[in-house]
């Protein structure tokens, strides 16, 4: 029994010595409750009247305590120390949840910046047709695949006739929405596939994919009706106006064909159309 008496001790002792102390307190509630018949509640006065005893004693012989507390006490500040720990993780988890929904909120955002700075550097602001820096990107792009899949490919370049006269007649506002209407107006006449662009000024070009220059004159002379019958009120007043058209096609087999001598053809047979008096529409072959 003597040997069970130091063995309870020495389980005693270490609950204030090492690690894993609630483990110890568990074993040691385990071995004496039984042996005396007695209730766990015993046991924890037990442990904490050690420590306070142990205390008076170190105290007595002027011996310095150290952090020695009532077990209890000891398991009171650890279950605080859990909980303000429980409650930081939830902080650092709100935190983090509130981080990462910014994160995705800038992240839209930018997407939505790069889409805005994409529209800006393809697109003309005020008729919000594609730009001449990009019409050129895609007369290549759609030059190549014809090229590959040799297939027609037409180019359309018109100016607006006479148009500074709107401008000094109206005021150049009246010559902003002369050019919004016309852009307008052209969209509406295109199929899903063609191309506009605003090329410079009052002049814009229309690419035609897997277009012949017969239903390329076709579409232009449709076009020019479109706008020749047009109006355009700005001020009680209606504007009309009239337009100068140059087409070419770009044929299968024309392998050497580049795309600058492509739109020189167009343009040239648009200033032509502009000596003949405006409102026409020339075509240029471009074996010519």
Request: charge should be positive; hydrophobic fraction near 45%; proline fraction near 2%.
């Amino acid at each position: 029994m003597q040997a069970r008496y130091l063995r309870w001790a020495t389980m005693l002792a270490s609950i204030y010595d090492g690690t894993r102390s609630v483990e110890k307190l568990q074993g040691l509630k385990a071995d004496i409750c039984p042996a005396f018949n007695i209730q766990a509640e015993a046991i924890d006065a037990l442990v904490d009247d050690v420590a306070r005893k142990s205390v008076e004693i170190l105290s007595f012989f002027e011996i310095d305590p150290g952090e020695m507390k009532p077990f209890s006490l000891l398991l009171l500040e650890a279950n605080d120390e859990l909980q303000r720990i429980k409650l930081s993780y939830e902080q650092v988890v709100m935190q983090a949840k509130q981080a990462r929904q910014r994160s995705e909120e800038l992240a839209a955002e930018l997407l939505k910046a790069n889409a805005r700075l994409r529209k800006l550097a393809f697109r003309d602001g005020l008729t919000g047709l594609y730009n001449h820096r990009y019409f050129q990107e895609l007369m290549e792009r759609e030059t190549g695949r014809a090229r590959r899949y040799r297939q027609p490919l037409s180019l359309m370049l018109f100016d607006v006739d006479y148009f500074k006269k709107v401008n000094d007649l109206h005021g150049h506002q009246a010559g902003d929405e002369v050019l919004r209407c016309l852009a307008k107006t052209v969209r509406a006449a295109l199929r899903s596939t063609d191309l506009v662009a605003r090329y410079g000024g009052e002049e814009f070009a229309v690419i035609l994919p897997m277009t012949d220059l017969a239903g390329c004159k076709v579409f232009g002379e449709r076009l020019r009706r479109q706008i020749e019958e047009m109006r355009v009120m700005v001020g009680g007043i209606a504007i009309r106006i009239t337009v100068s058209l140059g087409l070419t096609t770009f044929e299968p087999g024309m392998v050497s064909m580049k795309t600058a001598q492509i739109i020189a053809a167009a343009d040239a047979a648009m200033y032509q159309a502009k000596n003949q008096g405006g409102n026409s529409l020339v075509v240029r072959k471009l074996d010519e």
